[in-house]
Nanobody, 124 residues
Framework: QVQLVESGGGLVQAGGSLRLSCAAS????????MGWFRQAPGKEREFVAT????????YYADSVKGRFTISRDNAKNTGYLQMDSLKPEDTAVYYC?????????????????WGQGTRVTVSS
């Protein structure tokens, strides 16, 4: 497994931006696909974005498409989620995840390593 630690969450006003980071250690992160998921209070965890190991494939949930950007720096063993034009409905705990293959996925069950989460609160 890969050990993952998210950071960068916080409180922001609607329309603002945040950049989440996901620092990886352990298994070779550079060969792993990565994903971001979120869980809002009282709701199930949902897919946000995923990226392949070479960054040649990305995919976003419709709710964040055009506002969020997933990226990674394999030399730094770090993944990122740039969140712009934030809305109150983006309020959630955000989790990064890694899977042993290099292909991205929208399914949480495909990922075998998870971080502890970072909280994002967007005020109206």
């Amino acid at each position: 497994q890969v050990q993952l630690v998210e950071s960068g969450g916080g409180l922001v006003q609607a329309g603002g931006s945040l950049r989440l980071s996901c620092a990886a250690s352990g298994r070779t992160f550079s060969s792993n696909a990565m994903g971001w998921f979120r869980q809002a209070p009282g709701k199930e965890r949902e897919f946000v974005a995923t990226i392949s190991w070479r960054s040649d494939y990305t995919y976003y949930a419709d709710s964040v498409k055009g506002r969020f950007t997933i990226s990674r720096d394999n030399a730094k063993n770090t993944g990122y989620l740039q969140m712009d034009s934030l809305k109150p409905e983006d309020t959630a705990v955000y989790y990064c995840a890694a899977r042993a293959t290099g292909v991205g996925s929208i399914l949480g069950a495909d990922f075998d390593s998870w971080g502890q989460g970072t909280r994002v609160t967007v005020s109206s």
